[in-house]
Nanobody
C-alpha cells in the first residue's frame, strides 16, 4: 500500500538547520512531482516546495527562498528538504506527498519547532 514516512524534524534554535526526509513506497515515485507542505497551529496547510520527477524544475514558497532546498533521490524513493537559517515562523508539522490535488493520502508528518 501507499506509504509516505517523513522524518528528521526536531527542536532547533533560530538560525539552525534541519534536513527532512520522506521515504515513499507503494507507488511509482519517479514519475511524480513531489511537494513538501507544512501546517502551523491554527493555520491552513501550505505548499513549501516542489520538485519535478527528474528534479529539473523546482519551486519554493517566497518566505523560504534562499533558505530551503528540496531534492530527491529516485533510486531511494526519497525526497529531502534541507532547511537552513530557520525562523520561529517555520514552526509547523511538515509533510510530503505528490503535488496533485487528487492525491488524498498524507503521511504522519514530522514536527519542526524553531525556538530558543
Amino acid at each position: 500500500q501507499v506509504q509516505l514516512v517523513e522524518s528528521g524534524g526536531g527542536l532547533v534554535p533560530p538560525g539552525g538547520s534541519l534536513r527532512l526526509s520522506c521515504a515513499a513506497s507503494g507507488f511509482t515515485f519517479n514519475i511524480y512531482t513531489m511537494g513538501w507542505y507544512r501546517q502551523a497551529p491554527g493555520k491552513q496547510r501550505e505548499l513549501v516546495a516542489t520538485i519535478t520527477s527528474g528534479g529539473r524544475l523546482i519551486t519554493y514558497l517566497d518566505s523560504v527562498k534562499g533558505r530551503f532546498t528540496i531534492s530527491r533521490d529516485n533510486a531511494k524513493n526519497t525526497v529531502y528538504l534541507q532547511m537552513n537559517s530557520l525562523k520561529p515562523e517555520d514552526t509547523a508539522v511538515y509533510y510530503c506527498k505528490p503535488n496533485y490535488d487528487s492525491w488524498s493520502y498524507w503521511g504522519q508528518g514530522t514536527q519542526v519547532t524553531v525556538s530558543s
